[in-house]
């Protein structure tokens, strides 16, 4: 697996480059700017099936804001569910195997990290000054002050990396997988090719598994007869470069590394940036 290519570079400052990522991330934008104009629009008194959703989805996300951030912090809402979403497609747009993920480049997750570590800077400039904000560094010794320069180098780091080594680290574990089932693939079909006779005799036995599991309903038959009866005929056919075992099993692994995990990520990313924020801009009373 190798990093975003680069697709034409603008000759601004010095050279800008269009990368995969560059043009995943404004795919994105897009989708969700259009999402937001199709959704947002005739909202009625009355609402029907997809206002009702709509403001279902909002209404939770301003409760999720509020719960972790507290009711005097539900303005940072919007911000918050763009961050989610944009991380959320971001992974997800790898999938359609024409765009990049956003998210498996590390430059993607270092700008939204920084971001968090700017608004929580800014946030305490704004209640304490510059000077309060500088003073934060030394309480409550000045022997501390080594150790907060340090955590507050550290945070954009760990939010960054962690963001982008699980989806990173998800798209090389499933290309390792292609490769190696399209290894077996063409290891398999050219040792039963080798022999008519073997390659009868397995089309004859996944066509008795695959007949015994439509009866059973025995899914792991099924599956085997299918295997079977792929295997037989490709190599009678003299089709030894067919990956078929790729059919099926990334795609178990994609419900993982791509669904789930992406949306895991999103998730604890913007968990991660309400928590921060949320320190930064205490309640009035406690400020």
């Known amino acids: ?110 700008t939204w990290a920084l971001m968090t570590s700017f608004l929580c800077w800014g946030c305490s ?26 955590s507050e180098i550290a945070q954009p780091i760990s939010m960054a990396f962690r963001h982008f080594g699980n989806i990173a680290g998800g798209s090389v574990l499933t290309s390792l997988v292609y490769s190696a089932l399209a290894t077996v693939s063409a290891a398999v079909l050219g040792l039963v090719g080798k022999s ?15 007949y015994s599991g439509v009866k059973s309903k025995k899914m792991a038959r099924k599956i085997f007869g299918v295997v079977f009866v792929a295997t037989g005929a490709l190599s009678l056919l003299g089709l030894t470069g067919v990956p078929y075992l790729e059919v099926g099993v990334p795609g178990i692994l994609s419900l993982y590394f791509d669904i789930f995990s992406g949306g895991v990520q999103a998730l604890v990313f913007s968990l991660l940036t309400m928590v921060y924020v949320g320190n930064a801009c205490p309640p009035p009373q406690e400020a």
């Open 1 to 110: 697996m190798n990093g975003p290519k680069i697709y034409f570079t603008i000759p601004l400052f010095g050279g800008i480059d269009i990368t995969q990522t560059t043009v995943s991330s404004f795919v994105v934008m897009v989708l969700l700017c259009v999402a937001a104009i199709v959704l947002g629009r005739d909202l009625q008194k009355r609402p029907g099936r997809r206002q009702v959703l709509v403001e279902k989805a909002v209404t939770m996300l301003y409760d999720m804001v509020e719960s972790t951030m507290g009711k005097h912090n539900s303005y940072w809402t919007p911000y918050i569910g763009a961050l989610f979403l944009s991380s959320m497609c971001g992974s997800f747009i790898g999938m359609t195997g024409i765009f990049r993920s956003a998210t498996a480049d590390l430059s993607t997750t270092v």
């Open 125 to 150: 400039i704004k209640r304490n000054g510059v000077g309060g904000w500088l003073k934060g560094f030394t309480e409550p010794i000045v022997v501390m002050t080594p150790m907060n320069l340090v």
């Open 196 to 210: 008519f006779v073997v390659g009868i005799l397995i089309l004859v036995i996944g066509a008795a598994l695959l």
